[in-house]
């Protein structure tokens, strides 16, 4: 069964960087479109940006020009580079993927358990 595992997140200080990893692992034929969440405790998820297979981002406003999405469909794995953080980007950030395992035909839909990504100082 396949599987996502967010990590890098931590402690940094405001205007600091993070950079988050999303590894996809498993009998994996192939990924499609690769997202990123936050959810702080007591509210919503929030959706913070998105990949696709062919390379297209979407970034939700709050994070325009701050955080970078991209892939490496060799280590299959999603990136989150966050940077110029501010206190209110912390919270639990998780990713998502469209997956399609080796022995599927289709592609479900995966989720980390999220990796904690405290803005302070």
């Known amino acids: 069964q396949v599987q996502l595992m967010e990590s890098g997140g931590g402690l940094v200080r405001p205007g600091g960087s993070l950079r988050l990893s999303c590894a996809a692992s498993?009998?994996?034929?192939?990924?499609?479109?690769m997202k990123w969440y936050r959810q702080a405790p007591g509210k919503q998820r929030e959706f913070v940006n998105r990949?696709?297979?062919?390379?297209?981002?979407y970034y939700t406003d709050s994070v325009k020009g701050r955080f970078t999405i991209s892939r490496d469909d060799a280590k299959n794995t999603g990136y989150l580079q966050m940077t110029s953080l501010k206190p209110e980007d912390t919270t639990v950030y998780s990713c998502?993927?469209?997956?399609?395992?080796?022995?599927?035909?289709?592609?479900?839909?995966?989720w980390g358990e999220g990796t904690q990504d405290t803005v302070s100082s």
């Open positions: 998502s993927a469209m997956i399609r395992g080796g022995g599927d035909s289709e592609y479900v839909k995966s």
């Open positions: 498993g009998n994996i034929y192939s990924i499609g479109v």
């Open positions: 990949i696709f297979s062919d390379g297209g981002t």
